[in-house]
């Protein structure tokens, strides 16, 4: 028991450790990072991985070489069986977002289609009421009104955008219709919110002998879960998320803790700032999207062949940028929809391999006739 109990302890300390410096990471500053900035594409992919590291990590503490029955012994015997009804909920969200990244994939179907537009050559009173028309389409998309967005399939022939010469080839269809079986709408009444308070409301910190062992990792790891839906929700379009800034609260005094809590103050006061403007989410390259679709409108509004020098050049830096960020969405959406979906099915296997575990626990634990 001395041999065991001392090996709960190193693997608590190295994955304390693991944690602590793979959100360190995640919490470097812009200036370390300038291709990389919080909730952008490539920070949440980053983050996908962290939290596979740690998943990975975990069941590897958690199972392997472990004696069975201590899983079912006090106080594992409650932790374990909250953790993978948390488990269960993360499957849900991942579903979610992943029906959330199709949206921001259509955000970027209309900001293209308004870039085409713009760079047309000349720029003819035609090609701005065109892009004009595809610009209030990427707005109702980003603040989640569809009354616009329901015309879309009927007008798309018209302004004549060859969608399929520009999504990258059959390769690119191909990985977007693998990740399809998460793309389901959830049910009316379903709400993140709910999911994430859920997940945290029987989340507390082992105390005593109990904050040096098993106990703490379990916790540790259910944690890291919360963390990282609760990210993703923030992040991207997904059902129901009122007063989620306040749901989640990590004690501060856990030293492992200090990257996640300084990374969810950030994004908390974000969060704030834009719940009661829209439903798109944080996510950096939609929340630039916005700002450009509102200026290029405007730019639209007033325009009139051939344009006046000084505005039409300021556009046309703006239309550049616009170009950017989809590129970036083309980059990096899908990988992400596939970081969610390996996420979703980690998860699967982990949860089934856990309860095989205490099934054999079980069996092992019945006194023999």
Not at 40 to 45: C, Q, T, V, Y
Not at 197 to 209: E, I, K
Request: aromatic share 6%; proline share 4%; net charge neutral.
């Amino acid at each position: 028991m001395e041999g065991t109990h001392e090996q709960e302890l190193e693997d608590l300390e190295f994955f304390q450790k693991h944690v602590s410096d793979r959100f360190a990471d995640l919490l470097s500053s812009p200036e370390d990072l300038p291709h990389e900035p919080l909730l952008s594409i490539s920070w949440l992919r980053k983050l996908m991985d962290v939290f596979l590291c740690c998943e990975a990590e975990f069941k590897a503490v958690l199972i392997m070489g472990r004696d069975p029955t201590l899983i079912s012994k006090t106080p594992l015997d409650k932790l374990i069986p909250e953790f993978l009804e948390r488990a269960v909920k993360v499957l849900d969200i991942c579903i979610a977002v992943s029906s959330g990244v199709d949206s921001i994939r259509q955000c970027q179907k209309f900001a293209e289609i308004a870039v085409s537009a713009f760079e047309s050559k000349p720029m003819t009173d035609g090609q701005v009421k065109r892009a004009r028309r595809a610009l209030t389409l990427l707005m109702s998309a980003i603040t989640g009104d569809d009354k616009d967005i329901n015309h879309f399939k009927s007008t798309e022939r018209a302004w004549s955008f060859g969608r399929r010469g520009n999504q990258g080839g059959p390769h690119k269809d191909k990985a977007a219709g693998s990740f399809r079986s998460l793309s389901m709408i959830v049910a009316k009444n379903w709400s993140a919110a709910k999911q994430i308070q859920a997940m945290f409301s029987n989340l507390v910190a082992p105390r005593g002998a109990e904050s040096t062992g098993l106990a703490s990792t379990v916790y540790i790891m259910s944690a890291v879960l919360v963390f990282v839906m609760w990210v993703l929700v923030a992040s991207l379009p997904c059902q129901d998320r009122g007063g989620l800034s306040t749901h989640f609260q990590i004690p501060k005094q856990l030293t492992w803790a200090q990257s996640m809590i300084g990374l969810q103050e950030k994004i908390g006061e974000e969060w704030k700032k834009k719940e009661k403007k829209g439903s798109a989410g944080l996510l950096e390259e939609v929340q630039r999207m916005e700002k450009l679709g509102q200026s290029l409108i405007e730019f639209a509004d007033g325009f009139q062949f051939p344009g006046e020098a000084e505005k039409v050049k300021n556009a046309a830096v703006q239309v550049t940028e616009l170009a950017d960020i989809c590129q970036r969405m083309e980059e990096g959406l899908v990988p992400l929809q596939q970081q969610i979906r390996e996420v979703f099915h980690r998860i699967v296997r982990s949860r089934a391999e856990v309860l095989e575990m205490l099934d054999h626990a079980g069996k092992v634990s019945q006194p023999t006739a």
